[in-house]
């Protein structure tokens, strides 16, 4: 018999329920196509397969393919972001679900090929671990699957080069590179919900630390600027100049990452590229150090050559390990360097995911009618879809915006008007 599902405890889906409850009330533009959409049910007779932190708003982002008439099975896409209540309310309700917190790589592995058993007609990914799955050990499924979706910039990258090399062998739509995922969703879901995680994880002050964020992308600066807003001395450490340009202009010290592990009290990395804080760096940190990761894969960190020069280990609180070097200082580990919003705290607020599960629903819907008809590839979302479901967004904000009078609009394409 196959398994429907399997969670941590499924005693706690009543609590799990509640959780997404809270959620709903506070993402109204993906429940607003809820209501309008799923009458139609665009998705029946779509089988989805999906692989994204099992969190509350993905919760949200489930019932609403559901309510769209699509069949679901889904896991998670890290061994540390699952929450085990959301996990048992979700296979409470049915959804076909293999996600637990803390699992292991094989586990890992063996959630994602159990969601593959329902013979998906699209997939739904975040860092594109389920596509790669599917392109390498059961391609036999390509052929029934119309499209996929990808909703972070590891997994953007990871299809572009797969695309590249000529591999990628249906047509996948970057949800990350929407408007209103990326300057939304990475930098205030990113800035709030890491900082988080650090304070759930430690309890420091923020105030008066020196903070180094490795990484001035829109993830990168999201924790920046928030961290500068706490009152930390920030600094960042860049490999691309006009990205470091803009620290500097935006009131950021930027320095080399020799020169900031010796700086540094708190270290968090969001490059999305391995070994960024390596063993020499550990070498000069300062005792009491406290070092951790959102990208989306847990690289970034080198913490074998950390532990190599550790001569203790213990977790000290909830999500935190304390390593003690060999002259004594101690350097603290939050989430095992796995994405600390997520390890540590909840992930990115309800409110940022909002727009990013509409893009998502938005972008199954699009796969379902289109994905048959498009070449393999990467493909963007339409300019239309941000402008609408940021408007959507205002509106449910209780803001309102001008618009441009006729006589503007032919202003604004009059290459005659001058001085
Ligand atoms: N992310 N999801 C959540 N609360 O469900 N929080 C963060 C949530 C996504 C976010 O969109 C980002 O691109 C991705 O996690 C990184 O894995």
């Not at 999906?50 to 949200?60: I, Q, R, Y």
């Not at 076909?96 to 329902?118: F, M, P, Q, S, V």
């Not at 493909?379 to 618009?403: F, N, P, W």
Request: some cysteine; aromatic content about 6%.
């Amino acid at each position: 018999m196959t398994e429907n599902y399997r969670v941590a405890d499924i005693g706690l889906a009543e609590r799990g329920k509640l959780q997404i409850e809270w959620a709903e009330a506070r993402m109204p533009v993906l429940m607003n196509l809820r209501r309008q959409l799923a009458a139609d049910r665009p998705l029946a007779g779509q089988r989805i397969a999906g692989c994204l932190h099992v969190t509350k708003e993905t919760a949200v982002l489930i019932r609403t393919l559901v309510a769209a008439g699509a069949e679901v099975a889904w896991s998670g896409c890290n061994p540390l972001s699952t929450n085990d209540e959301i996990a048992a309310a979700l296979a409470a309700d049915g959804v076909k679900i293999y996600a637990w917190h803390g699992l292991n790589r094989d586990d890992y592995y063996w959630c994602i090929d159990k969601t593959l058993e329902i013979n998906p007609t699209l997939t739904l990914d975040d860092g594109a671990d389920l596509i790669t799955r599917v392109h390498t050990t059961h391609q036999h499924l390509i052929p029934t699957i119309l499209g996929g979706t990808e909703e972070t910039t590891t997994g953007v990258h990871r299809l572009r080069s797969m695309a590249a090399a000529g591999k990628l062998q249906y047509p996948v739509l970057a949800v990350n590179d929407a408007e209103t995922k990326w300057d939304f969703d990475n930098v205030y879901g990113t800035g709030q919900s890491s900082l988080d995680g650090i304070l759930r994880a430690t309890s420091v002050l923020l105030a008066g630390k020196n903070f180094v964020v490795a990484g001035y992308g829109h993830c990168g600066r999201g924790v920046a600027m928030r961290a500068k807003g706490m009152g930390a001395h920030v600094a960042a450490t860049e490999i691309k100049p006009t990205s470091a340009l803009k620290a500097c202009l935006e009131g950021i010290q930027v320095m080399k990452m020799d020169q900031a592990a010796a700086w540094g009290e708190i270290f968090i990395t969001a490059t999305g590229i391995k070994d960024i804080i390596v063993g020499r760096h550990f070498d000069v940190m300062r005792d009491g150090a406290i070092i951790c990761n959102t990208g989306h894969y847990d690289c970034e960190l080198n913490l074998g050559e950390l532990e190599a020069r550790a001569t203790s280990k213990r977790t000290i609180r909830d999500n935190c390990e304390e390593y003690v070097m060999k002259d004594g200082r101690r350097i603290y580990v939050l989430g095992q360097g796995r994405l600390v919003n997520l390890a540590c705290a909840e992930g990115h607020p309800s409110e940022v995911m909002d727009m990013s599960f509409a893009n998502q629903f938005l972008g199954m819907i699009r796969m379902a009618k289109e994905g048959r008809d498009l070449k393999a590839g990467v493909y963007d979302i339409s300019e239309e879809q941000d402008q609408e479901l940021a408007a959507t967004k205002l509106r449910t904000m209780g803001v309102s915006i001008d618009a441009l009078t006729s006589e503007q609009v032919a202003y604004a394409s009059d290459y005659l008007e001058g001085t």
